[in-house]
């Protein structure tokens, strides 16, 4: 079964989105040093970020898949043990 394609929308979210993250990872500065974004752009690009995130569940653009996950997070994931043991190897 071949999953279906995202929207031009959700495309164009996404993008928006990994460019104004990547905008705030390029511009870091450490503690104490001056940014070299004015605070008005920041919050612009936080409430860009907020109403991204929104429109992207409305869209319903959004699965558990997309976001990350920590190793010991519980998941619907079924390992299954084999055993074994009775099995002879081939020579």
Do not use: W
């Given at each position: 079964?071949?999953?279906?394609?995202?929207?031009?929308?959700?495309?164009?979210?996404?993008?928006?989105?990994?460019?104004?993250?990547?905008?705030?990872?390029?511009?870091?500065?450490?503690?104490?040093?001056?940014?070299?974004?004015?605070?008005?752009?920041?919050?612009?690009?936080?409430?860009?970020?907020?109403?991204?995130?929104?429109?992207?569940?409305?869209?319903?653009?959004v699965s558990g898949d997309d976001r990350p996950h920590f190793?010991?997070?519980?998941?619907?994931?079924?390992?299954v043990q084999l055993d074994t043991r009775?099995?002879?190897?081939?020579?």
């Amino acid at each position: 079964m071949s999953e279906e394609q995202p929207s031009v929308e959700l495309r164009i979210l996404r993008a928006m989105r990994r460019t104004l993250t990547n905008v705030a990872k390029d511009t870091y500065t450490p503690p104490g040093m001056r940014h070299p974004l004015s605070e008005e752009t920041i919050n612009d690009i936080r409430e860009c970020l907020t109403l991204i995130s929104s429109r992207e569940h409305e869209l319903g653009g959004v699965s558990g898949d997309d976001r990350p996950h920590f190793t010991d997070e519980v998941s619907d994931t079924v390992v299954v043990q084999l055993d074994t043991r009775g099995l002879k190897k081939k020579d």
